[in-house]
């Protein structure tokens, strides 16, 4: 059984900056592409950054320069660096794993969700 555990969500100021760590287990990890999802109360899931299993990495526009997804292969686990929080980042995230084919941002091509972890920024 395949389970995603995310941590180190929080409340920050604007500004401020936050490290969510995803750790995957029951799985191959390193054959995955890893993202980021968020989803704000009002709106859809949106993707906010992936790393496939080669290393390429991606982006939404809105977090270029401020956040920073990594992964630890011997740890089983991906990170999101997240700095220079703004109020428009808040929402809760969601780790996602799968074996993407298209398109990182699409939220059908993740086979595997974690249960989310709370971001809150507030000015």
């Known amino acids: 059984q395949v389970q995603l555990v995310e941590s180190g969500g929080g409340s920050v100021q604007t500004g401020g900056s936050l490290r969510l760590s995803c750790t995957i287990s029951?799985?191959?990890?390193?054959?995955?592409?890893m993202g980021w999802f968020r989803q704000a109360p009002e709106n859809g899931r949106e993707a906010v950054a992936a790393i496939d299993s080669d290393g390429v990495i991606s982006y939404v526009d809105s977090v270029k320069g401020r956040f920073t997804i990594s992964r630890d292969n011997s740890k089983n686990t991906v990170y999101l660096q997240m700095n220079s929080l703004q109020v428009e980042d808040t929402g809760m995230y969601y780790c996602?794993?799968?074996?993407?084919?298209?398109?990182?941002?699409?939220?059908?091509?993740?086979?595997?969700w974690g249960q989310g972890t709370q971001v809150t920024v507030s000015s």
């Open positions: 996602a794993a799968g074996w993407v084919a298209n398109s990182w941002s699409r939220s059908n091509e993740y086979n595997y």
């Open positions: 029951g799985a191959i990890y390193n054959t995955y592409c």
